[in-house]
């Protein structure tokens, strides 16, 4: 999953950045309102998380015309918002809720109750409200970051996980490459880079069971698709 935060303090902006990534998310960063239109308008995120103050204007305002469609982001006004903020007096509470935004957690925060929040709105905004996927012989618990086939447990890296989750979300659909380097990696990829076709090439051998056909498929020209069975 593709995250954006909108933080401007870097002390602040840097160790969550960080545990984000380390929790497997791709994740890029925006320090004012301007840096955030901007990227919202080009790339897909599945998680916005929104800092309220911020040098050339206010979180309240950005989510209002994300929601309002006043600002066209890219995958529609539905993007998932967290907010995070110091601002933690009931009336600030009940304003970024109004606003459109979808969790409010105030400043200073445990790391990972943050990602047990950003976990959770993931899950809302694809399939429901459990923490673990199945399809077929697979299944992943997205809190645990843990993944099996059958009874049997799968060492994946975290960008594997993030692919097979991705691909979990849509079985039988065809997902392009540019999908994937849009939702599973940051903007700091070279998207003439060959590392989805590896990483893909990795994450179907490590799942592979000495089946006839791969699990997952390559539909030449067009991408890759999860056998649903």
């Known amino acids: 999953m593709r995250l954006l935060l909108v933080e401007d303090e870097e002390d602040l902006a840097e160790p969550v ?26 790339n897909a995120y599945d998680l916005l998380l929104l800092d309220l103050a911020l040098p050339d204007g206010d979180g309240f305002s950005l989510c209002r015309a994300i929601r309002d469609g006043a600002l066209p982001v890219v995958g529609g006004s539905d993007l998932r918002v967290l907010m995070l903020t110091a601002r933690g007096a009931l009336p600030d509470r009940v304003r970024g809720l109004d606003d459109g935004a979808d969790d409010y957690v105030v400043k200073p925060f445990a790391l990972d109750e943050l990602l047990a929040r950003v976990r959770a709105l993931l899950r809302r905004k694809t399939r429901g409200v459990t923490a673990v996927l199945s399809v077929g012989e697979l299944r992943i618990d997205t809190a ?20 097979l989750e991705y691909l979990m979300t849509r079985p039988g659909h065809v997902v392009s490459t540019e999908e994937l380097l849009e939702h599973v990696w940051d903007e700091n990829i070279d998207p003439f880079t060959h590392t989805v076709r590896v990483t893909v090439g990795t994450l179907r051998r490590k799942i592979g069971n000495g089946d006839q056909h791969s699990i997952i498929e390559t539909i030449v020209g067009r991408g890759y698709r999860l056998r649903e069975s």
């Open 17 to 42: 950045v960080l545990g984000l990534q380390r929790a497997g998310y791709a994740v890029d960063h925006a320090a004012t309102v301007a840096q955030a239109t901007e990227r919202l308008t080009v």
């Open 144 to 163: 645990r970051h843990r993944a099996w086939r059958g009874e049997r447990t799968l060492s994946l890296s975290p960008k594997e996980f993030a692919v």
